[in-house]
């Protein structure tokens, strides 16, 4: 190239994406145009007689100079005039917008073999630690459907990442290649849209289990009747069992809401009113329960705590199942109360039923576990049950469910005292079923057998499957809290 006395190149850049190695870089340049002979030489020596700063002629020049405008275009014979001092953040912007098919080829230029040698395992070093591939492999991504592989792939090629999605039913896995931190985010997009399928499979889990004690019902204009699905009654249910004054429909295609006090539906398409029911399919309550108090209205309130007589036989009972692993770990109890939720109870006797034709004949399926918590969230559990939506408050080691213990004295631990001191435990009803050892990342538990079904997961996942002493369970429905128990 030197030889042939290049006539028409005009301008050649040298960025230097650090600004500290500026110097180091202009005098090893410098070194090797003096005494290379080579291309670097004829390098130096056109720059030298082109440019009065030499500083400028790289990415980064004196900072002091640069902001007095040393080295200006009017200095420098032949510099573009869109020539823009790349610093740090650019240069991180500029490859972030590479594509990840892009290919970039680096020419090392070093003072010895050696020193380039160092370079290049250097930068491959840097290329291994930053680009990753990763795995996700879980039985729901065979239901993944093809809006969400859509909106995942977009997602992935927006933050540069090669993705594979695997829905065949003996693989389910989804395969990613990329810079470390984009694939970090496409892996919690992903994480995302699993929880959203296991949050919506048990919707509908609950949904059925109401909707074999609680109908809502149309009364239509011809003297028929109609039930609502079963997703639109539970959520009517909710809405009603809350005392909220109307339920509105988030639903896409049916737009309507329905007045509690009048017990009328009004489209909000058509405009057309029409009077709706609440059919209840409930058995008795537990013989142990008190009567549920009314409200001014006339109507049950959803939740009611009864405190125990501590001469009662059920207060001893629950207190002797505490006192098993507790007893000389607290100094008092101050109360024991019997959780009355109906709505939270049929759906747990629903699922229970379920699980008992579900699983082999004579197989344990409920146990009495203990749950330690937060002051903060006993209404919410007393209301809505153990909503996992707060997995994840006390780690997740074993999967991203709810945790129970086997013995009282572990969940003490995580039962936080309030500003007096007191602290809060339920005796809960669990429905463990049949279980494996679980892992940190599991959103739901594995498949019984894979091989023959992918959908027919376990019940619950625990710590040790010999003798478990840690449950998780994923369905809302498959525990209630039957007791709470104050101490200190």
């Known amino acids: 190239f030197t030889k042939k006395k290049p006539q028409h190149l005009k301008v050649i850049r040298m960025v230097l994406y650090q600004a500290r190695l500026h110097q180091e870089f202009t005098e090893a340049f410098k070194q090797m145009g003096e005494s290379s002979g080579g291309f670097l030489s004829y390098l130096y020596n056109q720059g030298a007689k082109a440019f009065q700063n030499v500083g400028s002629f790289f990415g980064y020049g004196n900072e002091e100079e640069q902001m007095e405008g040393s080295g200006s275009d009017e200095d420098v014979e032949g510099q573009d005039d869109d020539w823009e001092d790349i610093g740090d953040e650019s240069a991180k912007r500029m490859l972030a917008n590479l594509a990840l098919e892009s290919e970039v080829i680096l020419h090392i230029y070093g003072q010895t073999d050696q020193s380039v040698k160092r370079a290049e395992k250097r930068l491959r ?3 291994d630690t930053q680009f990753v591939n990763d795995e996700v492999e879980n ?7 093809d809006e969400t592989v859509d909106e995942l792939e ?3 090629k927006s933050h540069q990442v090669d993705i594979d999605i695997d829905r065949d039913p003996a693989l389910h896995f989804i395969k990613l290649h990329g810079c470390q931190g984009d694939v970090l985010q496409v892996k919690d997009k992903i994480r995302d849209a699993i929880a959203a399928l296991g949050e919506e499979k048990t919707k509908k889990q609950a949904a059925g289990a109401v909707f074999k004690h609680i109908h809502w019902i149309r009364e239509l204009s011809d003297g028929e009747t109609e039930d609502y699905d079963e997703v639109f009654s539970f959520e009517i249910e909710q ?3 809350q005392k909220k004054t109307q339920y509105v429909s988030r639903d896409s295609v049916e737009k309507f809401t329905i007045d509690f006090k009048s017990m009328q539906e009004t489209d909000l398409i058509s405009g057309d009113i029409i009077t709706v029911k609440r059919g209840d399919l409930t058995q008795e309550n537990p013989s142990n329960w008190d009567k549920m108090p009314v409200n001014p209205n006339g109507k049950e309130v959803p939740v009611h705590l009864v405190t125990l007589q501590t001469s009662s036989p059920e207060y001893k009972d629950v207190e002797s199942k ?3 692993t507790m007893a000389g ?14 709505m939270l109870y049929w759906q747990y006797v629903a699922r229970k039923k379920e699980m008992n034709k579900q699983n082999p004949s004579g197989h344990k399926n409920e146990l009495w576990l203990w749950h330690g918590t937060d002051p903060g969230v006993l209404n919410n559990i007393n209301t809505q049950g153990f909503n996992r939506s707060f997995k ?4 997740t080691a074993y999967g991203e469910g709810v945790y129970f213990a086997r013995d009282a004295n572990y969940s003490n631990s995580y039962a936080r005292p309030d500003g007096s001191g007191q602290k809060h435990m339920y005796c809960t009803w669990v429905l463990t079923g049949e279980y494996t050892v679980g892992n940190s990342g599991m959103l739901v538990p594995p498949p019984k057998n894979p091989n023959i079904n992918q959908h027919v997961l376990f019940d619950s996942t625990v710590d040790n499957q010999a003798n478990p002493s840690i449950y998780v369970v994923y369905n809302d429905s498959q ?3 039957a007791y709470l128990i104050k101490y200190k």
């Open 125 to 127: 070093a840097i290329i």
């Open 139 to 145: 039985p729901s991504i065979t239901t993944l459907s």
């Open 154 to 156: 977009t997602f992935a």
């Open 239 to 241: 809405a009603y069992q």
């Open 322 to 324: 505490f006192n098993v």
């Open 329 to 342: 770990r607290y100094s008092q109890i101050l109360s024991i109360q019997r959780l009355q939720n109906p």
């Open 392 to 395: 994840g408050k006390n780690g």
């Open 479 to 481: 525990n209630y809290p």
